[in-house]
C-alpha cells in the first residue's frame, strides 16, 4: 500500500514559479513509477509528467520546457517544479504511483487527494 500526500499548490502570477511536492509513504517507492496529472475545471484529468522507475521521463507537449519532474529516492518525494506558469495551467494536481506499464497511460493504483494551482493572468 502506498499513500501519497502532496504540497506546495497556491495562488501565483502568469510568468511565476510553484513546486509541487508529492511524499510517499508505504513500501516500494523506488520501484514505482511517479506521476502528475491535473484536472482543471470542466476538463478531463490529464497526464503532466511521469518518471519512471528507471528515471526516464515524459511530459505532456503542453509543459515541456516549463516544467520538471524529479525524485529523491531517499526522502521517497517525487516533485515537480513549474516555472513560466500559465493561466491554462490552473488546475488541481495529483500524484500518482505505479507501474511502468499504466503511470502514463491510465495512471498508476495509487492517487493523492490533490492539490490546487491558480495562475492569474
Known amino acids: 500500500q502506498v499513500q501519497l500526500v502532496e504540497s506546495g499548490g497556491g495562488l501565483v502570477q502568469a510568468g511565476g514559479s510553484l513546486r509541487l511536492a508529492c511524499a510517499a509513504s508505504?513500501?516500494?517507492?523506488?520501484?514505482?513509477?511517479m506521476a502528475w496529472y491535473r484536472q482543471a475545471p470542466g476538463k478531463q484529468r490529464e497526464l503532466v509528467a511521469a518518471?519512471?522507475?528507471?528515471?526516464?521521463?515524459n511530459y505532456v507537449d503542453s509543459v515541456k520546457g516549463r516544467f520538471t519532474i524529479s525524485r529523491d529516492n531517499a526522502k521517497n518525494t517525487v516533485y515537480l517544479q513549474m516555472n513560466s506558469l500559465k493561466p491554462e495551467d490552473t488546475a488541481v494536481y495529483y500524484c500518482?504511483?505505479?507501474?511502468?506499464?499504466?503511470?502514463?497511460?491510465?495512471?498508476?493504483?495509487?492517487w493523492g487527494k490533490g492539490t490546487l494551482v491558480t495562475v492569474s493572468s
Open positions: 508505504g513500501s516500494m517507492f523506488s520501484g514505482n513509477g
Open positions: 518518471i519512471f522507475s528507471g528515471g526516464s521521463k
Open positions: 500518482n504511483a505505479g507501474g511502468d506499464d499504466s503511470i502514463a497511460t491510465t495512471g498508476g493504483n495509487y
